[in-house]
């Protein structure tokens, strides 16, 4: 398993570091047998730490947790336990995903653009249909049937997640409702 531990703007220490391996270590072992990378970024907003952990399982499922608290450790421990019970409430549902998958889950290129917010716009009429992008990236789409795509999307803490239906390869969403329940678009029905 690799770990990459950074901070940002902030010195993440040895001690830091060992204590970060051990305990994702120790909670990966109990439910992700095959767990193949951990990031877990430290960062500082005036008196406030954040920590950010995002580990991606051999089942090409990530699972995400972030946690502030006053001190580094505590933002830490606070991010762990989230992503601990991410991962036991779904312990049972990854070990079936491992059983009915032949294969590792497929990913597909695709890009992905942040819009310019319309700020200054008082009188709520925008000069040009045509948003401004500040920003190009690569984002990558899974090939899931519906009920992976909605463990993922719990797991990274998602409001929305896009990914290619197994079942007929198209383009399917899920998200989160107003009202607390899943919404699925399937295009193909």
Not at 17 to 45: C, W
Not at 94 to 123: C, M, N, W
Not at 129 to 153: C, D, F, K, N
């Amino acid at each position: 398993m690799q770990f990459q531990i950074s901070g940002k703007q902030i010195d993440v220490g040895e001690a830091l570091q060992t204590h970060v391996r051990t305990e994702v270590g120790d909670m990966l072992e109990k439910y992700a047998q095959r767990p193949t990378d951990a990031l877990v970024v430290f960062s500082r907003n005036a008196h406030e730490f954040t920590c950010e952990t995002t580990v991606h399982l051999s089942t090409g499922l990530t699972a995400q947790a972030k946690a502030h608290a006053f001190e580094i450790y505590a933002a830490f421990d606070k991010c762990r336990e989230k992503m601990d019970k991410q991962l036991r409430r779904y312990k049972r549902r990854l070990k079936d995903h491992h059983r009915t998958r032949s294969g590792p889950v497929e990913f597909a290129g695709a890009s992905s653009y942040i819009l310019a917010a319309d700020e200054g716009q008082d009188d709520g009429e925008p000069e040009t249909l045509q948003p401004v992008i500040i920003a190009e990236m690569e984002t990558r789409i899974p090939e899931l049937s519906a009920g992976e795509a909605v463990m993922q999307m719990e797991l990274a803490e998602a409001p929305v997640l896009v990914f290619r239906n197994e079942r007929h390869g198209g383009l399917n969403v899920v998200y989160r409702r107003d009202d607390g329940n899943i919404g699925w678009i399937d295009p193909q029905t």
